[in-house]
T-cell receptor, first 110, second 114 residues
Framework: GIQVEQSPPDLILQEGANSTLRCNFS?????LQWFHQNPWGQLINLFY???GTKQNGRLSATTVATERYSLLYISSSQTTDSGVYFC????????????FGKGTKLSVIP | DTEVTQTPKHLVMGMTNKKSLKCEQH?????MYWYKQKAKKPPELMFV???????INESVPSRFSPECPNSSLLNLHLHALQPEDSALYLC?????????????FGPGTRLLVL
């Protein structure tokens, strides 16, 4: 099956700093999503980004499918950005099975 | 309204109990999902309902029984669970179940099986 690796596993930032989270995947995919789970467990679907770049406020994501990676950029981080960021890819054509990475745990300190 | 609600928030049950988890959305979505998330692990998809029909069952043990009484409501019936079933159970919904749609998640039910 598809392998999804995220780095770094843990990241501590001072409020206001920028960061880049990386997601590598082992096979060609045409569907990739980024999620954020806050410390209380609420999961939010951030981006569906099979290729190219998307931006939403202070967050943006880029996927280079041919090189099998995606990046999530967080600018001017805030304490509310803390939590775990997951990337996930769909396992096969027409499959609902999302293969998640293990996540990057982000802690933003004031 | 982009809210998915789940009840109860917390549940403690014994291995011989029968209980149900409830999920509700009023966004007019026609696809609903159950995920299981163990501590410090990513979510795992359990079931997908699309237009009130079960479309995906990811080889989940029969002690978990999903039900979709109508397009707004999704239940997960639990019976004879094991301690290793203790986890956060997340419900989500999306427009129609097309891959890549934004999924809206509920806050989850934290289940402890004793």
């Amino acid at each position: 099956g598809i392998q999804v690796e995220q780095s770094p596993p843990d990241l501590i930032l001072q409020e206001g700093a920028n960061s880049t989270l990386r997601c590598n995947f082992s096979d060609s995919v045409n569907n990739l999503q980024w999620f954020h789970q806050n410390p209380w467990g609420q999961l939010i679907n951030l981006f569906y980004i099979p290729s190219g770049t998307k931006q939403n406020g202070r967050l943006s994501a880029t996927t280079v499918a041919t090189e099998r990676y995606s990046l999530l950029y967080i600018s001017s981080s805030q304490t509310t950005d803390s939590g775990v960021y997951f990337c996930a890819v769909y396992s096969g054509a027409g499959s609902y099975q999302l293969t998640f990475g293990k996540g990057t745990k982000l802690s933003v300190i004031p | 309204d982009t809210e998915v609600t789940q009840t109860p928030k917390h549940l403690v049950m014994g291995m011989t109990n029968k209980k149900s988890l409830k999920c509700e959305q009023h966004m007019g979505h026609r696809a609903m999902y159950w995920y299981k998330q163990k501590a410090k692990k990513p979510p795992e998809l359990m079931f997908v309902y699309s237009y009130e029909k079960l479309s995906i069952n990811e080889s989940v043990p029969s002690r978990f029984s999903p039900e979709c009484p109508n397009s707004s409501l999704l239940n997960l019936h639990l019976h004879a669970l094991q301690p290793e079933d203790s986890a956060l159970y997340l419900c989500a919904s999306s427009q129609s179940g097309t891959i890549g749609e934004t999924q809206y998640f509920g806050p989850g039910t934290r289940l402890l099986v004793l």
